[in-house]
């Protein structure tokens, strides 16, 4: 198949998958419009040890064509994921791969939280979300400090028998510092970016629009840093980068795999158009024909500097 990308753990039929937490748990809406099978792979929800409820409405604003989202990690907790909803997702999408993204607030929450996705079987790799902006135990907080995200990784990576990919923060100054310190702790590829740290106030109330003061800020407005950022990391490490940030179409999707992406997530797209990525795995196809490109993989990190 034209579309088909090998990366650590997946063997993915397309490039294309809907970024972690606009899924929820495959239990959603996309599921009555079209057939899941269509993704190239699904990403859960972030998941911690405990349920957690999230933080005060309101969670999602419009900024301009942009989201601000501080949804706070709202999830049911490990144990339903395991028992409820990664079997029903297995069970309806037997071939489909699955992606368990972790969270927590200390090292030991990951680690715990990892080891018991890594070893139920229900997931195919593990994505390592140290880049939560909306709260204030751990979250962004693992993944702006290269030290601590070294410890956090090969934490990580000691009780996983399945590949790590580490989401990384766009909240730091040096990003190919972090990721250097990710790929020296034995991780097995990258996502990148998450969502910009922001605020949007109302005028007439003297608000934060968001019922935390703060949130996280995706859509394509923030595509430009994904793609700057992608394309540092991709000529500073060697390890396979998911990229994803503001991605609404196809060429979206090209021009990510020319920063240095292996495969390609969409997340804020959703929001105008629930079909987001069945219609970029119809559309792949016929763009790469147009700009005379046989496969994806002659594309990554060829990006040319000379004008
Ligand atoms: O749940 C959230 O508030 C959230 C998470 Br875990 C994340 O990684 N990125 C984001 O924008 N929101």
């Known amino acids: 198949e034209r579309l088909a990308v090998e990366l650590p753990g997946l063997q993915l039929k397309n490039p294309i998958m809907p970024a972690s937490g606009c899924f929820g748990f495959g239990d959603n809406r996309y599921a009555k419009l079209y057939d899941l099978n269509k993704l190239g792979a699904l990403v859960i929800k972030s998941t911690t040890l405990k349920e957690r409820v999230g933080n005060p409405a309101p969670q999602i604003a419009w900024a301009g064509q942009n989201v601000l989202n501080s949804v706070g990690l709202k999830n049911p907790g490990v144990k339903v994921i395991l028992e409820e909803k990664l079997p029903a997702l297995r069970t309806k999408y037997p071939k489909l791969p699955l992606i368990g993204s972790v969270a927590g607030a200390t090292v030991s929450e990951y680690t715990e939280v990892a080891r018991l996705l890594s070893t139920s079987g229900l997931v195919d790799a593990l994505e390592l979300n ?176 000379e004008h």
């Open 130 to 305: 140290i880049s939560c902006p909306n709260v204030h135990e751990g979250g962004m907080l693992f993944g702006t400090d290269p030290k601590i995200v070294a410890v956090l990784t090969r934490a990580v990576k000691d009780v996983s028998r399945i590949p790590v990919y580490v989401k990384l923060t766009p909240n730091v100054t040096d990003i190919v510092s972090v990721a250097e310190a990710v790929e020296n702790a034995g991780a097995d590829g990258l996502s990148m970016i998450n969502t910009l740290l922001g605020m949007k106030i109302d005028v007439q109330t003297r608000q934060s629009v968001l019922g935390s003061l703060t949130g996280g800020l995706s859509g394509p407005g923030i595509k430009p840093i994904a793609i700057r950022m992608i394309h540092q990391v991709s000529h500073a490490v060697s390890l396979p980068i998911i990229g994803l940030g503001g991605v609404e179409t196809a060429v979206d999707v090209i021009e990510m795999y020319l920063a240095g992406a292996s495969a390609v997530a969409i997340g804020t797209a959703h929001f105008n158009n629930p079909t987001a990525c069945a219609d970029v795995v119809d559309a792949l196809p016929q763009e790469m024909d147009k700009l005379g490109i046989s496969s994806l993989s002659e594309l990554i990190s060829q990006v040319r500097s």
